[in-house]
């Protein structure tokens, strides 16, 4: 089991390591601390690690959760904590083969209905009131970092992570996402190879690493040994800093923070930075844009949708972008979209539905299919609003 370029015995770890604990971002994190153990994985707020220092961190969390606030029991773990604690407990969770739920602690109270009464909560400051059961702070977990945990025994339970999201409406549903399966495998596979991510690659996240699109690239560089830097909610003078200081070569971002950092190099006078790769979702994409940052850094850029609950479905090439500039792609393998009562695949505009990752939606979404092209041409109902 290997994606295209990876050495056959990459394979084998990868193959070793999904036996055991099943496509998940387990088997991702335990492969890559195998196979690339003192390369740089992770860099978030300062804080930084290696691929075997992760998981060994991952590891010893897991060890004093599971017999301190868990006390043996198998409990939902609610991540709802920022900087380097976040990644941690959720790695210590999946290793624990836990049911464990990201949450942005911006969004914690608004979401509570999703969180589960007996639910080990993981936070930041003062827990809050409304829960009842055991928590945990980030201050403790990255404590706990430093503890022995790789005696830890193996478990037949496999994680699952358990996304929320609110509706228009105001109503929230959750999505269980269990294995990826073959059909997953097929996603990511071809999610991977349009955006070409490499080993050497250093990939800035603009995302908070709760959100889909930081947990998909946090998947994406367990998988393929790139370095990943979080830099949400990070003025966009920090991030060209970064940018620069860090070598990095991948961007993602949404349009409003690539707009931030187009006009913060303008403001300053900067020349750009070097950049292989951008890749922009999260919000509606404006044409103008596109030929914005095309005219900066080249064709470069690509852009992606998706939802919560299928993960990215479709995704545009700097060429497809060069001649369509709204459009943000065409279906990756194993994904499909198409327009409500319409039938068939051919031309149609109207509410959009996706399919991907063992989930079918109907988004609240209006979009336009022309020639197999999805085109965004409503505003998105819940645009990524982070900074």
């Known amino acids: 089991m290997r994606l295209r370029g990876m050495p056959p015995s990459h394979g084998r770890s990868l193959g070793r390591s999904v036996r055991e604990h099943g496509f998940t971002i387990t088997a991702l994190a335990e492969h890559s601390a195998r196979v690339r153990r003192d390369q740089l994985a992770l860099v978030v707020d300062g804080w930084s690690a290696t691929f075997g220092e992760l998981w060994r ?132 596979a071809g999610l991977h190879d349009r955006l070409g991510v490499e080993g050497t690659d250093v990939i800035l996240a603009c995302a908070p690493l709760h959100r889909g699109k930081g947990l998909q690239l946090l998947g994406m560089a367990l998988l393929t040994g790139a370095t990943l830097v979080s830099a949400a909610h990070t003025p966009a003078a920090e991030r060209i800093r970064i940018i620069h200081e860090r070598f990095v070569s991948v961007l993602s971002a949404s349009p409003g923070q690539i ?69 943000v792609g065409v279906s990756l393998p194993g994904s499909e979209f198409g327009i409500v009562g319409h039938k068939g695949s051919g031309d149609a505009s109207g509410l959009l539905w996706v399919r991907g990752a063992h989930a079918t939606v109907i988004t609240e979404d209006q979009a336009r299919i022309e020639e197999g092209r999805l085109t965004i041409v409503g505003p998105l109902t819940k645009p990524d609003t982070a900074d």
Do not use: F
């Open 57 to 188: 961190a991952a590891e010893g969390v897991a060890a004093v959760l599971y017999l301190g606030p868990l006390d043996r029991r198998p409990l939902p773990v609610v991540v709802a904590c920022s900087g380097a604690a976040m990644p941690i407990a959720l790695l210590a969770a999946s290793r624990l083969g836990l049911d464990v739920m990201p949450i942005s602690p911006r969004v914690l109270d608004e979401l509570r209905g999703a969180v589960p009464a007996e639910a080990l909560l993981v936070h930041d400051g003062e827990a809050p009131a409304w829960h009842s059961g055991p928590t945990a702070t980030a201050d403790e977990v990255l404590e706990w970092s430093s503890s022995y945990g790789s005696g830890l025994a193996s478990t037949r339970r496999r994680v699952r992570l358990v996304l929320p999201a609110l509706s228009s409406a105001g109503t929230i549903t959750t999505h269980v996402q269990g294995a990826m399966g073959v059909q997953g495998l097929r996603q990511l």
């Open 259 to 327: 707009t931030g950092i187009l006009d913060e190099l303008e403001r300053s006078g900067e020349a750009p930075p070097r950049l292989r790769r951008i890749l922009l979702a999260g919000q509606d994409l404006d044409a103008d844009l596109v030929r914005r940052v095309h005219a900066t850094w080249g064709p470069i850029v690509l852009t992606a949708y998706g939802t919560v609950q299928t993960g990215t479905i479709a995704m545009a090439t700097p060429e497809l972008l060069s001649q369509h500039p709204g459009t």
